[in-house]
């Protein structure tokens, strides 16, 4: 008879490996997807700020690039919405704002999003008030 001391620990050590590093990808995908919805809100955030205060589109998606960039984000260019209604994107109108972007999952090369797609959507709307000017 063959002695067989000492093999469980080495095909419990290589079932682990083999579960715990598509595990870990899932775990790093998820929180790289999280950080990406954190900085969708943010962009919204920045691009509603600059609306408000008059600014145009241009500007508003170059506050969300920049927030995209400040989480280390690897995205499309943020396609923001902007569509008023009533008394229009004037003092007292009300204004509806969506950005949408597509976000390259985390731990995935570009060259796999080529051949396989690998870009999830994040879409995030709000709908704000123009402010009334004060004297």
Known sequence: MRNERGEATVEFVLMVLICFIPLVQLVVALAGLEAASFA????????SRIIMAGGKVPAAQQAARLSFAD?????T?????????????????????SI???????????????????????????????PKLRS
Request: hydrophobic fraction near 40%.
């Open 71 to 75: 989480q280390h984000i690897r995205a």
């Open 40 to 47: 969708t809100e943010s962009a919204l955030r920045d691009a």
């Open 77 to 97: 260019v943020p396609e923001i919405r902007v569509s008023c209604s009533g008394n229009g994107c004037r003092p007292g109108g009300r204004a509806a704002l």
């Open 100 to 130: 949408r972007v597509n976000v390259l999952l985390p731990g995935f090369p570009e060259v796999i999003d080529k051949v396989v797609p690998a870009r999830v959507p994040i879409t995030s709307s709000t709908v704000i008030t123009v």
